[in-house]
């Protein structure tokens, strides 16, 4: 004990003082865990309202978009807002939008749910495609689908990256046989930008076909939960013609997050015809 009150008094005050603050926080975490997760979901909730909106809707309006988030089964508690210009800008007219609240853009807090919703949805939009669109973002609220999206792809970036790095070990020893000193260096550099490029290309290439996969299972699910397989092919009718949206999408649909207008309608009609076989059955 004696050594060791010895050897403490060898170490700097200002280590001591950094030492024993750790010390508080480390036993202070486990009393404090309920009241420090209390303030980081108010936090995270404070930062969505700024960034999407913060005004409620009518209390008939809250009503009709919790009675369909009880007919898909949310359980976790969901909050429900008019979208603001910002959002309005971002995810357009007659529209809707879920978000899970996340800390530090990366971990997410799953007992909260927001739903925002734009100008005009409840005023345009048929009983049919409100139903339609609620029930597709309440299947990614309760698929969690966006959750750990943008952690998965910093880990697959960072794969990706690490296989680059392979690959740029023995370009440079073929570099190192074939060019000569002087040019090497510029040789190097490219090759570095092309592997990168490559890398980036990659990610939001399974960036791109993770959400359409996440669209189409959205849809699908929610059609067949609520039966709206009409509100579906109005929606994309109309997202066609009034929003000027693609019917396809280019380049195979390899560049967009979401699948087209008419693929939505092809397996729209296709899970509506098995529907009405089993209704005939
Ligand atoms: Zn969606």
Known sequence: MFRLICKLREI???WLYFLSLVLIILVGIPFSKDFLEEQAIAGAIKTTQIAFGSMPLKPEQEQFVKSI???IGIANKLIIRKMNHNALAQFGYHNAFAYNPQLYSL????????LFISEGFFEDLSLEEQRFLIGHEMIHIKHG????????LLLFFAILVFFAWQIRKRIKLIVQCWVSYRYQIYVMRMVTFVLLCVCNIGTSGADFAYRRYIEKEADCVSMQLLNSYDGCMKLTERWHKECKLALHNPYFGLTSDHPSCAERQAYCLELQNQFNQKDLI
């Open 145 to 152: 689908h966006l959750n750990y999206l943008i952690m998965c």
């Open 12 to 14: 700097p005050s200002i």
């Open 107 to 114: 971990f997410p807090i799953e007992s909260v749910s927001f």
């Open 69 to 71: 988030a009880d007919e």
